[in-house]
């Protein structure tokens, strides 16, 4: 799951997030009380804003979770022990997708 993030954009709405990663805010919720690398504000009302870093690390999660089949506590032990080579495998895996994206749709316009 790839969200698009927007650059003059500082936070995501729970709603936002739901939709793009295609789950209920209840899940979001669920993992922003479950992992320590989540920190989303919250506004006025109470409701949780993510900032892009979040984002990225709700992709992460997603793909550990969702994609690969970690449990929860697998992917908290996986997220702490080597956060960052997973963060570089994940982001390689990002952008590599992105370009298989972009070239489909060169060869479409072929």
Same mark, same amino acid.
């Given at each position: 799951?790839?969200?698009?993030?927007?650059?003059?954009?500082?936070?995501?709405?729970?709603?936002?997030?739901?939709?793009?990663?295609?789950?209920?805010?209840?899940?979001?919720? &669920?993992?922003?009380?479950?992992?320590?690398?989540?920190?989303? =504000? =919250?506004?006025?009302?109470?409701?949780?804003?993510?900032?892009?870093?979040?984002?990225?690390?709700?992709?992460?999660? &997603?793909?550990?979770?969702?994609?690969?089949? &970690?449990?929860?506590?697998?992917?908290?032990?996986?997220?702490?022990?080597?956060?960052?080579?997973?963060?570089?495998?994940?982001?390689?895996?990002?952008?590599?997708?992105?370009?298989?994206?972009?070239?489909?749709?060169? =060869?479409?316009?072929?």
């Amino acid at each position: 799951m790839h969200i698009e993030l927007q650059p003059d954009k500082r936070y995501y709405s729970i709603g936002e997030i739901a939709k793009a990663f295609n789950v209920n805010a209840s899940l979001i919720r &669920f993992w922003d009380g479950e992992f320590d690398i989540l920190k989303p =504000k =919250k506004n006025a009302k109470g409701n949780r804003m993510f900032t892009p870093e979040d984002v990225k690390n709700l992709q992460l999660i &997603f793909h550990l979770v969702k994609e690969r089949g &970690f449990t929860l506590e697998g992917a908290k032990i996986h997220l702490k022990e080597g956060q960052k080579k997973t963060l570089d495998k994940f982001e390689i895996i990002r952008k590599l997708e992105s370009i298989k994206k972009e070239l489909i749709e060169i =060869k479409n316009e072929l």
